[in-house]
């Protein structure tokens, strides 16, 4: 191996480390905490965290075997299953963020009709459309036995084995980025921009009450009222960061593999190795971010985790409670929801 192939090799297994211990994390708070499995987000967290695993446990040793060996890791039934998973796990993983949004969209929009357009029922039927979505495309990719190992990725991944079935491949892999990429990602934009337009009319809100309390309060001390100023500045930007985030973490980690999957279908293009290999660990990456991105930097996530601890050595000093106390104050009301 070079030494890029060994710096890709690095890479891989800090990020399958990484994403393991993450999303193990996530799928035990949520059979540890009853107040996270009551709430409808936790539905689309676990499918995510479940799916996430999945891949990581899967693919990502079967990728890292493909860059040492240079060949294909496996035999072909084994190879074509792991290619299947690899195309099932990526459509569902996709969806399941564009889902999560959609929650998220409503609890702020909508917050007073929330629990009526948000029920369990309606999230397991958005689990279930995820579930058929994603299961199609790789069902269709196996009967065209367009499902094996790929030296580009050194993974096994979709490929055109023979070029007489190349006009059909197109197709296929067209609409299939266009209904899981392109559709995930509008729906991405549409609903965090939707959440923040609402989320900087709280903080405006809050902003001109704090101004209009530090003009009453004649005699304040000048460094109070920096204070109060330098905190309106950091509620302002913090709900921007974190649409940025959601947004730009997935746009990172899935359009450059994305973009030279479609543009390997020009017959008079050749890909690099190393960047096609590069562009299937930024998807791997996303694996890893998910649990930090959605759940585990979150108060309730954050309880649980201390929960867990404290009984495993005899102690229990934060008992679960169903109700966030990270919410009482108006102040964080705005951003603890996006």
Same mark, same amino acid.
């Given at each position: 191996m070079d030494l890029a192939d060994v710096l890709l090799v690095l890479f891989i297994v800090v990020v399958l480390i990484v994403s393991l211990l993450s999303n193990l994390l996530v799928l035990i708070c949520f059979i540890y905490s009853s107040d996270i499995r009551k709430q409808v987000p936790g539905i689309f967290i676990v499918n995510l965290s479940f799916c996430n695993l999945l891949l990581t446990v899967l693919n990502m040793p079967a990728t890292l075997l493909g860059i040492v060996r240079k060949q294909q890791p496996f035999g072909d039934c084994i190879c074509q299953t792991v290619g299947f998973l690899e195309t099932f796990l990526a459509a569902n993983t996709?969806?399941?963020?564009?889902?999560?949004?959609?929650?998220?969209?409503?609890?702020?929009v909508f917050p007073l009709s929330y629990v009526s357009k948000m029920r369990y029922k309606d999230a397991v039927l958005m689990m279930s459309y995820t579930w058929l979505h994603s299961l199609s495309f790789p069902a269709v990719a196996m009967f065209f036995t367009w499902v094996g190992f790929n030296n580009i990725y050194a993974s096994c991944t979709l490929h055109l084995q023979e070029e007489t079935g190349r006009r059909q491949f197109t197709i296929f892999t067209?609409?299939?980025?266009?209904?899981?990429?392109?559709?995930?990602?509008?729906?991405?934009?549409?609903?965090y921009l939707k959440v923040l337009k609402v989320a900087r009319f709280h903080c405006k809100r809050i902003d &001109? &009450?704090?101004?209009?309390?530090?003009?009453?309060?004649?005699? &304040?001390?000048?460094?109070?009222?920096?204070?109060c100023i330098a905190e309106q500045?950091?509620?302002?930007?913090?709900?921007?960061?974190?649409?940025?985030?959601?947004?730009?973490?997935? &746009?990172v980690c899935f359009a450059p593999y994305v973009i030279t999957r479609l543009i390997e279908?020009?017959?008079f293009v050749s890909v690099n190795y190393h960047w096609g290999v590069l562009t299937k660990c930024l998807t791997y990456c996303k694996a890893a971010a998910d649990p930090f991105v959605y759940s585990l930097l979150r108060q309730q996530y954050?309880?649980?985790?201390?929960?867990?601890?404290?009984?495993?050595?005899?102690?229990?000093?934060?008992?679960?409670?169903?109700?966030?106390?990270?919410?009482?104050?108006?102040?964080d009301y705005c951003l603890q929801r996006v």
């Open positions: 996709m969806l399941s963020m564009a889902a999560l949004s959609i929650d998220k969209w409503i609890a702020i067209v609409v299939f980025h266009f209904t899981s990429f392109m559709l995930s990602l509008v729906i991405l934009c549409f609903t &001109i &009450i704090t101004m209009q309390t530090l003009v009453l309060l004649v005699d &304040i001390h000048p460094s109070v009222k920096q204070r500045k950091s509620r302002r930007q913090r709900a921007t960061k974190k649409i940025s985030i959601f947004i730009g973490s997935f &746009i279908l020009l017959s954050k309880r649980a985790l201390v929960n867990i601890v404290n009984r495993i050595f005899k102690r229990d000093l934060y008992p679960s409670s169903g109700h966030n106390s990270s919410l009482d104050t108006e102040n």
